[in-house]
Each structure stands twice: as C-alpha cells, then as structure tokens.
C-alpha cells in the first residue's frame, strides 16, 4: 500500500494517474474529499499535514509514503516522518528540490536540505527527488497572457531546463513500485534549457499571437509582481537570491536522470503547451 500526500496539486494527480495506470494500490490524503473526484483506483483518505492526528489511520498497513510537504518549515516532515516510522512503513520517497544542491547551499535548498536529513535520521530507507523548476510555474504568467499584458522576466539571460510535474510523477511512481532505488537520490530537470522569453515565445508560438516580454528592472520588482501583498521576509530574500543565482546562470542547469530511469525523453514545454494552450489563450 502506496500513500500519497499532496494528491491533488501538479503533481499528485499525474501520480495517481501513474498509479492507477500500474494497478498499484494506494491512498491519497487529502483535505477535501470533493477535490479528489480524480483518484483514479486509488483510497481517498481525507486528513492533512496541518494535522498529525490523521497520519495514523492515513498510514495504517502502508509499506510506502510519497512525501511532498508544503511551506518552508519542518514540521510537516516532522510530523510525516513520525507517524512513518510508527506505521511501519518500509520505504519513503521524499519530493525535494535541486535547489538543495550547491556549495554554499542557497537559502531555498536549505531548507529542504533540512527535510532532508530529517527523513535520511528517520530509520526508514528513503529516495530523494530533487527535481528543478516546475513547467507549470508558467502558469503564474497566464492571467497576464490571456489579458494581453506583458510578462515580467525576473532571470534576463539565465537558462534553466524546467520539468513537467508528469515526468516527475512518473519517476515517483517507477520508484514507488520498483525496490531498486532505496537511498538514492535523483537529480530531475527537462532536456532542452530556455530563458523565460524563449518560455514565453513558445506560449506565443502555441496560441499564435504575439507576448511581450520586460526584463525586470531589479529583483525587488520580479518579487514584489509575484507577491503584491508583500512575503515573509525569510522567503522574500530566498525568492531575490533564487532570481540572482537564475540570471547568473546562462548555461542552464540540466540532467539525463528522468531518460535513464524512464528509457525515454523527458516531455519538452512545446508539449506542455500544447496540453495547457486553453490557461493562456482564454475564449477561443
């Protein structure tokens, strides 16, 4: 029995599609019961991480647990981990970032270094997922697409090879079900590097209009369009330092990881959207 926290977010439901498709047998922990329609085969278990008193029964007779913990603290993890190791449970696959590579660590990988040793302290044999910048963060931009405004581009010429949340579900979903890869930890990126105006020139490209792109003045204004309310200042500088190490790398960050543990290409972003077309190009 496979366990799944964060079911329904990007990547949780590309994982119980994989799931599903494998005919493993799991439960999704959710918070709300009508949001989980697309569970596939798998046990809806309703409970959360704010709340540790539900893992128990979420937990009870599973062998695995896919963790993916929201926020920037620990407790959650804490909590996780915990009920884990009360349950019995035999193998964890934890959701990180590639942030928490690098020397010195920046502040965002920190912190998921942190989990990390929490889960690597539990006694649970666990495999590590560090995937980089999420395709569907591209979705931030969509509001202003479909209004015909221009996208604010925080990193200018740095490159990055962003991953679509599917092909880390299927990783997930390969090591959940295969016993080959406790202890390892997997480096996930997409194949080719972009800028963000070469991201947004395939938007363009896929919905057949033109998008402007402005490069952001300073890292303050990238941070301040994303959180017009203002962000905790602990994430706020973490945010600005994560824009300054972006644009300083123009070779972009990359890895062969998702090809080797799935025998196939990671989806590129043209694909992407192409499957995501109708979040930017509105009424049609």
């Not at 918070?31 to 959360?48: L, T």
């Not at 930890?185 to 033109?210: F, K, M, N, P």
Request: aromatic fraction near 4%; hydrophobic fraction near 45%; glycine fraction near 12%.
């Amino acid at each position: 029995m496979i366990v799944v926290t964060g079911g329904t977010g990007n990547i949780g439901r590309e994982l119980v599609a994989e799931l599903t498709a494998r005919g493993a047998e799991f439960r999704v922990l959710v918070r709300d019961p009508a949001r989980a329609a697309n569970s596939g085969r798998g046990e809806v278990i309703v409970g959360n991480l704010d709340d540790p008193a539900t893992l128990a029964p979420a937990l009870d007779g599973a062998d695995a647990l896919f963790l993916l913990v929201p926020g920037i603290g620990l407790p959650h993890t804490v909590d996780a981990v915990h009920a884990a190791r009360a349950a019995g449970v035999r193998h964890i696959v934890q959701l990180s970032s590639f942030n928490a590579m690098g020397d010195p660590v920046p502040a965002m990988g920190r912190w998921h270094r942190e989990r990390e040793r929490v889960v690597a302290e539990s006694g649970i044999p666990a495999t590590v997922l560090r995937p980089g910048g999420f395709m569907t963060n591209a979705l931030a931009w969509a509001e202003t697409i479909r209004s015909g405004g221009a996208v604010l581009d925080p990193t200018g010429p740095g490159r990055f090879a962003p991953i679509d949340p599917a092909d880390i579900a299927a990783v997930a979903a390969e090591v959940l079900t295969d016993g080959g890869h406790h202890g390892m930890t997997y480096t996930l990126t997409g194949a080719q590097t972009c800028t963000v105006a070469e991201q947004v020139a395939t938007i363009a490209r896929t919905i057949g209009r033109t998008i402007e792109v402005r490069e952001a003045a300073t890292p303050q204004e990238a941070l301040d369009s994303r959180y017009p309310g203002g962000a905790p200042p602990a994430l706020a500088a973490a945010i600005i330092e994560g824009f300054e190490l972006m644009r300083a790398d123009t070779a972009g960050f990359r890895t062969d990881t998702v090809r080797e543990l799935l025998g196939r290409s990671p989806r590129t972003f043209a694909e992407w959207c192409a499957r995501n077309v109708d979040a930017f190009a509105g009424e049609r």
